[in-house]
């Protein structure tokens, strides 16, 4: 029976697939394991199943000499060192695809609870502060026939855009390829990096964390946009210069921001917290019920498969197995 390591504990239905033929132990704290506990529990381990709060380094990859496969819970894999991961030949596995809609969903929450001040309307209520309808009452921004810009057009980046269609929006997008597809279905136009920034009412982020993209929006981005414009994350923190938001959002550089992720999780950055004009949710994209256990299964799978000495069926280093990336 092959031992398995869980950072944490995922919906049960993922636990029961892997404990059918596995040897399971999981970390049960709260909060994520310090990178040590994790060093220490994996070194008798051949399956590691981590989260995005996990950093699975080289320094974990030498302290587990027996790991044979790894499955994140996520899409996203930037917190694994996948080169090294590849060297070794151990397959890592992720979870596409499931979580796109309600990660959609979140980014839509986020446009409008920015745009029409949601959050700013929950505390005055309960502050007791509203004292009756008035004409100049938190006035926020219209969402209907604005502009909104995809950074991203992925799976997540094209379920948002499929949203706008019902508010009317015009739909630009930028991407390292044309999207044919995407435009036929969304009636969406490509534009150059700066042209999206300077047009959009609405700037949505839907990129990887690469090298490419950290820190792909930062001061001299934020300029470009218009002082009536909004800027939403919900894919990686490190994707936005922090800092330069929070000084664009104290000097009206840009209307707003909404954010899902964060720069130096789960901490924020100085200022963020003091500022009106941003949304702060907690890396929520995709915590529905249904998703986070559609995600489950599709970890447990992805270990299981490696550990079988089997492609998974979401491998992001297919190579090892003689695939094309
Ligand atoms: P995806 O289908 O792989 O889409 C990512 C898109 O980004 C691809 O179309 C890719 O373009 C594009 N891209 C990559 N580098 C780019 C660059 N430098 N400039 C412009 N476009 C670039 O991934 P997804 O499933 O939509 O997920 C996207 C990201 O969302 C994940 O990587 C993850 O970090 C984040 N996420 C967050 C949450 C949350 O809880 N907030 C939940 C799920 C996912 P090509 O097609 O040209 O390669």
Not at 65 to 93: F, H, M, Q
Request: some cysteine.
């Amino acid at each position: 029976m092959a031992k398995i390591y869980l950072t944490r504990r995922i919906p049960e239905e993922g636990i029961r697939l892997l404990e059918e033929n596995h040897e399971v132990e999981i970390y049960e704290g709260d909060a994520p394991p310090p990178k040590e506990e994790i060093m220490e529990r994996v070194r008798d381990k051949e399956g590691l199943l981590c989260l995005l709060t996990d950093p699975i380094d080289r320094d974990v990859f030498d302290a587990a000499p027996k790991l044979r496969a790894i499955s994140t819970y996520a899409v996203g894999y930037d917190n694994i060192d996948l080169k090294e991961a590849t060297r070794r030949k151990i397959p890592v596995s992720n979870t596409p695809g499931v979580l796109t809609e309600t990660t959609a969903d979140l980014a839509w929450a986020l446009i409008m609870s920015i745009a029409r001040r949601i959050v700013e309307g929950d505390k005055m209520m309960r502050e007791e502060k509203f004292k009756g309808w008035g004409p100049m009452v938190l006035l926020g921004n219209d969402v209907y026939g604005k502009t909104l810009g995809i950074i991203g057009a992925g799976r997540i980046g094209r379920a948002v855009a499929r949203r706008a269609g019902g508010f009317g929006m015009e739909i630009i997008y930028h991407a390292r390829k044309r999207k044919p597809d995407f435009e036929e279905e969304c009636n969406a136009k490509s534009v150059g990096f700066e042209e999206l920034l300077k047009k959009s009412d609405y700037v949505t982020l839907h990129v990887p964390l690469t090298k490419e993209t950290y820190h792909m929006v930062g001061e001299k981005e934020l300029k470009m946009m218009k002082k009536t414009a909004y800027l939403i994350n919900t894919a990686r923190g490190k994707c936005i210069d922090e800092r330069a938001l929070v000084n664009a959002l104290r000097e009206g550089d840009i209307a707003g921001a909404a954010l899902d992720v964060f720069e130096n999780e789960p901490y924020l950055t100085e200022g963020l917290k003091e500022l009106d004009n941003v949304v702060l949710a907690p890396h929520a994209g995709s915590a529905s019920i249904e998703t986070r256990t559609k995600m489950a299964v599709m970890a447990a799978r992805g270990l299981i498969a490696g550990l079988d000495g089997k492609m998974p069926e979401h491998c992001v280093n297919p190579e090892i197995f003689g695939e094309k990336t």
